[in-house]
């Protein structure tokens, strides 16, 4: 039995959903404005040189294709024709949301079709009960914030305050989060893990989907946030791809933070690391080392907390720009019977208006060194990727998603 190699692209959209109206993302296009973008761009910040964005590798897993068929309209360069040794396709969600959770429980195989709780536009955001049974059981001298916000902006308004007197920047956004900001030297680190452990706990019955753990450094001016961020998930609501596979004796290998958001189910081993070019690094280590029966399954999260959340266009183009350099890397470790599927979660249109997820198609590509070039067309759930998997790995079947795997045997 191979292995398979999820290569997670967070928030890479490629287009806008039938129901993006439903979110206020009708016309959002991750993929299709960053290339736009690049066309008209004459200067660069952040890429190598100016100009079209160059993706050659992940034009010859058809990428290029796959948005055109998700947007029925060809994105230049559309041409199929230098697509060698992959599938590919698009993926519709059906999952009530659009965010990091349900993007990819739906990929495992378990669509959330229930509706997360959220915390309302106002100010105060938070329930009194809440914020003071947290504020009692953490210990703490109170609280700042308490609202939505970019998490790099309030940190830089409220950061010296935070570091003055102690208290949390707490803070939420669009998606069903619960979000705590404190300084690494000052608040600590594990003392920041603690309390976001019993946040987790107390909004528990207001099915918020995660707590995020916010780690800052630097001074006045000058604030960051570090690679420390841990996300405490709701378990998935049933057995996902992950959870089969181990319970039959396979493994499967977390890099970045897909053990968080899987809520550590599932997981043989964990490796986290900070930034696309690290966990791309592991990524390798871990397919020179990987035994049959596993799966890697790797979120590169710079993609949409660097350069989606932030509206950086031409970050974001630099960043699929240097990971297409280095997908032969991969490609020259893959044994015959390996695959490598290319996906992600939502969209995150840096070009869109505010700094939430866009609720988007997400691409399929699906490739080794042995496959013929073939289209997977429209797949009407991300469960059709952990249906795939399921009969891959002999696994008993997920009661959502269509396999494509005979379509991938009748090409290789």
């Given at each position: 039995m191979a292995r398979v190699i999820i290569l997670l692209l967070d928030s890479f959209g490629i287009g806008s959903s039938e129901d993006a109206v439903l979110y206020g993302d009708s016309g959002a296009d991750t993929f299709k404005h960053i290339v736009e973008f690049c066309q008209d761009s004459k200067t660069t910040v952040h890429r190598k040189l100016p100009g079209p964005i160059r993706l050659p590798n992940l034009a010859k897993r058809g990428l290029f294709a796959a948005s055109r068929l998700s947007r029925n309209e060809p994105l230049s360069p559309s041409d199929t024709n230098c697509i060698e040794h992959s599938q590919y396709g698009y993926c519709v969600e059906?999952?009530?949301?659009?965010?990091?959770?349900?993007?990819?429980?739906?990929?495992?195989?378990?669509?959330?079709?229930?509706?997360?709780?959220?915390?309302?536009?106002?100010?105060?955001?938070?329930?009194?009960?809440?914020?003071?049974?947290?504020?009692?059981?953490?210990?703490?001298?109170?609280?700042?914030?308490?609202?939505?916000?970019?998490?790099?902006?309030?940190?830089?308004?409220?950061?010296?305050?935070?570091?003055?007197?102690?208290?949390?920047?707490?803070?939420?956004?669009?998606?069903?989060?619960?979000?705590?900001?404190?300084?690494?030297?000052?608040?600590?680190?594990?003392?920041?893990?603690?309390?976001?452990?019993?946040?987790?706990?107390?909004?528990?019955?207001?099915?918020?989907?995660?707590?995020?753990?916010?780690?800052?450094?630097?001074t006045k001016g000058h604030f960051y946030r570090t690679g420390n961020r841990k996300d405490y998930s709701m378990p998935p609501p049933a057995s996902t791809l992950l959870e089969k596979l181990t319970a039959a004796h396979g493994k499967v290998i977390a890099i970045g933070k897909t053990a968080d958001i899987f809520a550590h189910r599932g997981i043989s081993k964990e490796i986290k690391a900070n930034g696309n070019m690290a966990i791309f690094d592991e990524t390798l280590k871990a397919v020179a080392t990987a035994d049959d029966n596993t799966l890697i399954f790797s979120n590169f999260v710079d993609f949409d907390s660097s350069f989606g959340h932030r509206r950086d266009t031409d970050g974001y183009a630099a960043a699929l720009e240097q990971l297409d350099e280095r997908l032969p890397e991969l490609d020259n470790l893959l044994k015959e019977d390996d695959l490598v599927i290319i996906t992600a979660d939502h969209g995150c249109d840096p070009t869109w208006i505010g700094t939430d997820h866009t609720r988007e198609h997400i691409p399929l590509l699906v490739y080794n060194n042995y496959l013929r070039p073939g289209s997977l067309g429209k797949r009407t759930t991300f469960a059709d990727i952990g249906q795939t998997l399921a009969e891959f790995f002999n696994l008993s079947k997920f009661n959502h998603g269509s396999s494509f795997l005979d379509k991938l045997r009748d090409l290789d």
């Open positions: 059906i999952s009530h949301g659009k965010d990091t959770p349900s993007g990819h429980w739906e990929i495992a195989g378990v669509p959330v079709l229930f509706d997360w709780g959220y915390f309302p536009d106002t100010v105060p955001t938070f329930p009194d009960d809440l914020i003071k049974t947290f504020i009692e059981k953490a210990k703490l001298p109170g609280i700042l914030g308490n609202c939505h916000a970019s998490g790099t902006v309030i940190i830089e308004e409220l950061g010296e305050e935070h570091i003055k007197t102690g208290k949390p920047i707490v803070y939420t956004s669009a998606d069903s989060v619960f979000q705590i900001a404190a300084h690494e030297q000052v608040f600590g680190l594990e003392r920041l893990y603690e309390i976001s452990q019993i946040a987790r706990e107390l909004i528990e019955p207001l099915n918020i989907g995660r707590v995020i753990a916010r780690p800052f450094l630097g």
